[in-house]
């Protein structure tokens, strides 16, 4: 396999303290060899091996490839009038979804697929070189099945989330449709995942219902992550970290004790800004996490209803602005933060060993993705050691 170097970087983010300055162990005037899809080397410039391939990065800054670690891409149609609507004044309610799941369930397989493919490339192009999406917007057994199924031809993680709202069909029988979750559903959807979601909220599942379901799908292999805490203070940090769930995503109305159990526990907690960018809610409270000793990541939740967006500088300027986080620390969980969240080290790092994944920003350093809101700075991508943008 070829070997490519690197030279030129003005700011390197490894993310590996042992390799540079600070937590983020930035190295100034850098390099990184990339050996096929691993990063083989990385240190200053002027020490660089040979390699068969050179490519300049001219001043620029480098960073490891964003990890979104929450994301909803299977769907069809979008939520224009709601959105508009809110906007206008009316509130957020998880309601919502149930437009987007008649939308989904009447798409064909091949306007599903092109509809994540494009937001895949979307985002790849904004520096995102590690997706996990769920299913969510079928709610039926068939649905749910090919929901993860187109999901696994392209994204790097795949999530099981029959449980996002109570089916319509089942709307007078919730009892009867987590039967059908833990039972047909599951046996149908658990080869095609990783993981085991529930959205443990006021208008979708109660605690005693989301611990029924993330047992269930434990035992069929799938590790849980939860929704929790969105919308109102609720039973879903502690469940989560109870059952050793890898996130805990929104989390934005917390109690003393859930900051506890998050500090003290395995779960990260997932913050996703752009939801509550969107439906003008309650910005979660990162500094508090950060400060309690909670480890944090930031993802997008791109989903037609509560956050439309693929972008994670987006959600990395809103975590500095209104969050709490400093750039340093938001870059870090949107990188490293989000390889935690999918109990991943081979990604959100540049360091010899890891997938090379990196993306080039059009600008001297990282901080400029809080500095300059809204512009495209991301102008290279390598993907698994290939240039992808």
């Not at 240190?43 to 929450?70: I, M, Q």
């Not at 599903?112 to 192009?125: F, G, K, M, S, T």
């Not at 979601?197 to 799908?217: K, N, P, S």
């Not at 526990?265 to 309690?292: C, H, I, K, Y």
Request: glycine residues 8%.
């Amino acid at each position: 396999m070829a070997t490519t170097v690197i030279t030129n970087i003005s700011s390197l983010v490894t993310n590996d303290p042992s390799l540079g300055e600070g937590p983020l162990g930035t190295i100034r005037d850098a390099a990184v060899v990339i050996d096929g899809d691993r990063v083989a080397w990385v240190g200053t410039s002027s020490k660089a091996p040979a390699t068969d391939n050179r490519a300049d990065a001219e001043g620029r800054a480098a960073l490891p490839g964003f990890v979104d670690s929450h994301s909803h891409l299977v769907f069809a149609g979008d939520r224009t009038a709601e959105f508009n609507a809110r906007m206008s004044g009316r509130s957020y309610s998880a309601g919502g979804i149930r437009t987007t799941v008649a939308a989904t369930r009447a798409a064909t397989d091949e306007a599903l697929d092109a509809n994540v493919r494009r937001y895949v490339h979307e985002a790849l192009r904004q520096g995102t070189t590690v997706l996990e999406t769920k299913s969510g917007y079928g709610l039926t057994v068939e649905d749910e099945a090919r929901a993860l199924r187109i999901a696994a031809a392209h994204t790097d993680e795949v999530t099981y989330l029959g449980a996002h709202i109570v089916s319509p069909d089942y709307a007078d029988d919730p009892a009867a449709y987590v039967d059908l979750v833990t039972g047909p559903m599951l046996d149908a959807c658990a080869p095609h995942a990783r993981w085991v979601d529930v959205f443990c909220e006021q208008g979708a599942f109660d605690g005693d219902q989301a611990r029924t379901i993330l047992t269930a799908g434990a035992a069929r292999g799938l590790t849980p992550r939860v929704h929790a805490n969105q919308l109102s203070y609720g039973p879903g940090v502690q469940l989560a970290v109870e059952l050793g769930a890898a996130s805990a995503d929104h989390c934005t109305h917390l109690t003393d004790a859930d900051v506890d159990a998050l500090a003290n526990g395995t779960t990260v907690a997932t913050l996703l800004p752009g939801a509550e960018f969107s439906t003008r809610a309650q910005w979660p409270d990162a500094r508090r996490l950060l400060d309690a000793g909670a480890t944090v990541a930031l993802s997008t939740d791109c989903n037609p209803g509560s956050s439309f967006t693929s972008s994670m500088p987006f959600c990395i300027a809103l975590a500095v602005r209104d969050m709490g986080m400093t750039p340093d620390e938001a870059v870090w969980s949107a990188t490293a933060g989000g390889a935690a969240a999918l109990r991943r080290t081979d990604v959100g790092r540049i360091a010899p060993g890891a997938r090379a994944d990196l993306a080039l920003l059009d600008a001297p350093s990282h901080v400029h993705l809080a500095y300059r809101p809204g512009v495209p700075l991301v102008s290279a991508v390598w993907r698994a050691g290939v240039r992808e943008v």
